[in-house]
């Protein structure tokens, strides 16, 4: 069976700080791995996604996620926060065999970012 | 710009009242999927569907949910009768390939049941 955690259901950080939200997963085969992002009244984008390969993996606005086998992590992180970064983070895996096409995702993480 | 469209965006209604929810996806797109989001639950699946047949309905309550893919250029998702329990924002997401796990959703439609 396929489940993700995020560990934090808050996070606030200052602008200009780094960013860390913290996310674990279970996955009965190899998994593909994803962050989701949804501001405020919005639909979720796709943040970033693992699947093969290169272990780390990264946005296009500086966000960065690796995949830890050895910890089952998928953490997210940003060197330096900015005011536009406030939104809600969720961490998701995606199913397989017969539950190919679901993904499971985890509860979210709010992210605030202070000026 | 291709974007998934829900329609409506915002809806009030009396418990007992038919809803209907609309959404249009991305054209191309061959799998859609319809998401309950709640403060309680989170984000739930409700079904998807994947060149229009469903491919997994057991997040709806059956009794009186309902969802179809008239045509590849829209999905339904009809709520009969309902309930306050079943005020939520309701997503629709569609996607290129079934697996991949990346989504395109809507901006959801905001249902209120008083």
């Known amino acids: 069976a396929q489940s993700v955690t995020q560990l934090d259901s808050h996070v606030s950080v200052s602008e200009g700080t780094p960013v860390l939200l913290r996310c674990n997963y279970s996955s009965s085969y190899s998994p593909s791995l994803f962050w989701y992002v949804q501001h405020p009244n919005k639909g979720l984008q796709l943040l970033l996604k693992y699947t093969t390969g290169a272990t780390l993996v990264k946005s296009i606005n500086g966000f960065e996620a690796e995949f830890k086998k050895s910890e089952t992590s998928f953490h997210l992180t940003k060197p330096s926060a900015h005011m536009s970064d406030a939104a809600e983070y969720f961490c998701v895996v995606s199913g397989r065999g017969s539950t190919l096409g679901r993904l499971y995702f985890g509860r979210g993480t709010q992210l605030t970012v202070w000026p | 710009d291709a974007r998934v469209t829900q329609t409506p965006r915002h809806k009030v209604t009396e418990m007992g009242q038919e809803v209907t929810m609309r959404c249009q996806p991305i054209l191309g797109h061959n799998t859609v999927f319809w998401y309950r989001q709640t403060m309680m639950q989170g984000l739930e699946l409700l079904a998807y569907f994947r060149n229009r047949a469903p491919l997994d309905d057991s997040g709806m309550p059956k009794d009186r949910f309902s969802a179809e893919m008239p045509d590849a250029t829209l999905a339904t998702l009809k709520i009969q009768p309902s309930e306050p329990r079943d005020s939520a924002v309701y997503f629709c997401?569609?996607?290129?390939?079934?697996?991949?796990?990346?989504?395109?959703f809507g901006e959801g439609s905001r249902l209120t049941v008083l």
């Open positions: 997401a569609s996607g290129l390939v079934l697996g991949s796990g990346e989504l395109f």
